[in-house]
């Protein structure tokens, strides 16, 4: 069974950084369509960054391009997301999967981000 683990989150103040980690198990597939979501409070889930085009491209959401950035460690199975300059519009739990699709897993438990003074 597949299962993803989430990790690195934690109280940041604004303008700090934070690294997740994503830890995949149980898969045969590769992690090189993996991408990063988070869901507020009261609000739907959203994509934040992913892999695209086989794992060449990258894709982030407009609210933290220049300021997060999305990796990958093939040979650990496990996929990064490095959050600078954060916001407390960022706070949120963070969560790893694949796109919409038949290789979407179940979600894991995700990882609190909070940003706050």
């Known amino acids: 069974q597949v299962q993803l683990v989430e990790s690195g989150g934690g109280l940041v103040q604004p303008g700090g950084s934070l690294r997740l980690s994503c830890a995949v198990s149980?898969?045969?597939?590769?992690?090189?369509?993996m991408g990063w979501y988070r869901q507020a409070p009261g609000k739907q889930r959203e994509l934040v960054a992913t892999?695209?085009?086989?794992?060449?491209?990258?894709k982030y959401a407009y609210s933290v391009k220049g300021r997060f950035t999305i990796s990958r460690d093939n040979a650990k199975n496990t996929v990064y997301l490095q959050m600078d300059s954060l916001k407390p519009e960022d706070t949120a739990v963070y969560y790893c999967?694949?796109?919409?699709?038949?290789?979407?897993?179940?979600w894991g438990q995700g990882t609190q981000v909070t940003v706050s003074s």
């Open positions: 999967n694949n796109p919409p699709g038949p290789l979407r897993f179940d």
């Open positions: 892999f695209i085009s086989g794992g060449s491209s990258i």
């Open positions: 149980g898969s045969i597939f590769s992690i090189n369509a």
